[in-house]
C-alpha cells in the first residue's frame, strides 16, 4: 500500500515537473529602474510586466530590478543595454545624453504646451518618434533600441528656497540645481540664474546647507523627496518641459524573438507608455495640495510672464543646433510633429463644440 502511494506521488510530481518545463518561460526579460516602488517607472514596469507575460501566455518572462541592483547611472546601464546584461532600462534625458547627446531636445524649454500636446508627439507612429528612434539604434551601432517615451514626473517647474518667481529677473542669482548635462545648464544661464551640477541623492542636503536654492523639478518628485522640509517653499508652475522617459530595448534580445513575440513586447510598450502617462497626473493632485498645505507658494504664470520666460530663454535653442550632434534634425523632427498635432488637436476640438 505504502510502496503504491509512493509510486503515485513520484508519478505526480513528474507530471507536474513535465507540465512547470513545458511551461517555462522561452525568453526572460531583464528590466531596471534607478528609481523606487513610489515612482511612475515602477508603475510602467508593473503594467509592462503583468502585460507582456499574460499576453505571451507565459513565454516571456519579465524581471524587475527596481534601484540600483543592476547598474547605477545612467552610462552604466546603458552600457549594460549595449553588452546585452540588461535588456531594458529607462532613463531621463539627462541620463542618456552623454551616449545620446540629441535626447536632450526633450529639455528644450516651452516646446509643448500641456500633456494633450505631448502624449500626441510622442505615440510612436510620429515623425518625431521615427527619427529619434532611426538616431538612438544608429548611434549605438545597432545595439540599443528606442521603444518608447513615456513620463516620469509630470512637467519640470522651478521650485527654489528664496522667493516667489513670477518673471526671468526674479531667477537672477539664484543656485539652481541642474544634472550634468549641458542643455540644462544653458537654460538656467539663459534666465539669468546659476547652474549648479548635484547628484539627486544630494540635492536635499544642498538645499538645507545652501549650497543650492533652487532646482526643476515636477511635484511629484519635489514631495516625494520631502524637499519643503529642506526649505523649498515657492513653485513656478511654468511647465517649461516635459519629463520624458525614455525606454531602452537591447536590439539583439529584441531581434532574437519571433514576430508573434516582438508584437507582444512592442505592445506592452504601448500598456507601459500609457500607465507612465496617467500616474504622475494622479500623484500630482495629492502632490499640489501637501506642498500647499504645508505652506508652500504655488505660482501660475500670467501668459504674458510666461511669454517672457520662453523669450528669455530663445539662446538655448541656437545653442542646441550648433553645439549638439544632430541637434538641427532632431529639433526639425519635434517642432514639426508638434505642429502637426496641434493642428490635429485643434481640429478634434472644434469637432467636440460643434
Known amino acids: 500500500m505504502l510502496k503504491g502511494l509512493t509510486t503515485a506521488a513520484l508519478a505526480a510530481t513528474m507530471i507536474a515537473g513535465s507540465a512547470f518545463m513545458a511551461n517555462a518561460a522561452d525568453f526572460t526579460i531583464r528590466a531596471t529602474a534607478n528609481s523606487n516602488e ?33 547598474c547605477s547611472n545612467g552610462a552604466e546601464c546603458l552600457q549594460g543595454v549595449a553588452d546585452g546584461n540588461i535588456d531594458v532600462y529607462i532613463s531621463t534625458s539627462g541620463g542618456a545624453s552623454g551616449i545620446f547627446p540629441f535626447v536632450q531636445v526633450l529639455d528644450l524649454p516651452y516646446l509643448m504646451a500641456d500633456d494633450r500636446v505631448a502624449e500626441g508627439v510622442l505615440e510612436n507612429s510620429t515623425g518625431f518618434m521615427k527619427t529619434m528612434k532611426e538616431m538612438t539604434l544608429a ?58 551640477p548635484i547628484p539627486w541623492p544630494e540635492l536635499f542636503t544642498s538645499f538645507q546647507t545652501g549650497v543650492v536654492e533652487g532646482s526643476k523639478n515636477g511635484i511629484t518628485d519635489i514631495m516625494g523627496m520631502k524637499f519643503p522640509d529642506a526649505g523649498l517653499q515657492f513653485v513656478t508652475l511654468d511647465g517649461h518641459a516635459y519629463m520624458g522617459a525614455l525606454w531602452f530595448m537591447n536590439n539583439e534580445k529584441f531581434q532574437s524573438m519571433p514576430d508573434d513575440m516582438k508584437r507582444v513586447v512592442v505592445d506592452g510598450f504601448y500598456q507601459l507608455q500609457q500607465a507612465t502617462f496617467a500616474s504622475p497626473k494622479r500623484k500630482s493632485i495629492a ?15 500670467t501668459p504674458v510672464e510666461k511669454a517672457a520666460f520662453k523669450e528669455a530663454a530663445t539662446p538655448v535653442f541656437s545653442w542646441f543646433e550648433e553645439n549638439v550632434d544632430g541637434g538641427a534634425q532632431i529639433l526639425e523632427a519635434l517642432t514639426g510633429t508638434v505642429a502637426s498635432v496641434e493642428g490635429d488637436i485643434e481640429a478634434a476640438r472644434s469637432a467636440d463644440l460643434n
Do not use: C, H
Open 287 to 301: 502632490a499640489y495640495t501637501e506642498f500647499q498645505e504645508g505652506g508652500g507658494d504655488l505660482y501660475v504664470p
Open 38 to 70: 513610489n515612482d511612475e517607472d515602477y508603475d510602467g514596469l508593473v503594467v509592462f510586466k503583468n502585460f507582456v507575460e499574460q499576453a505571451s501566455n507565459g513565454a516571456i518572462e519579465v524581471e524587475m530590478f527596481i534601484g540600483t541592483q543592476l
Open 139 to 196: 548611434a549605438s551601432g545597432d545595439t540599443i533600441r528606442l521603444m518608447t517615451i513615456g513620463n516620469t514626473g509630470g512637467w519640470r517647474n522651478f521650485a527654489n528656497t528664496q522667493r516667489r518667481v513670477a518673471m526671468p529677473a526674479d531667477m537672477e542669482g539664484l543656485k539652481i540645481r541642474t544634472v550634468v548635462a549641458d542643455l540644462p545648464q544653458e537654460l538656467v544661464k539663459s534666465l539669468g540664474a546659476s547652474p549648479t
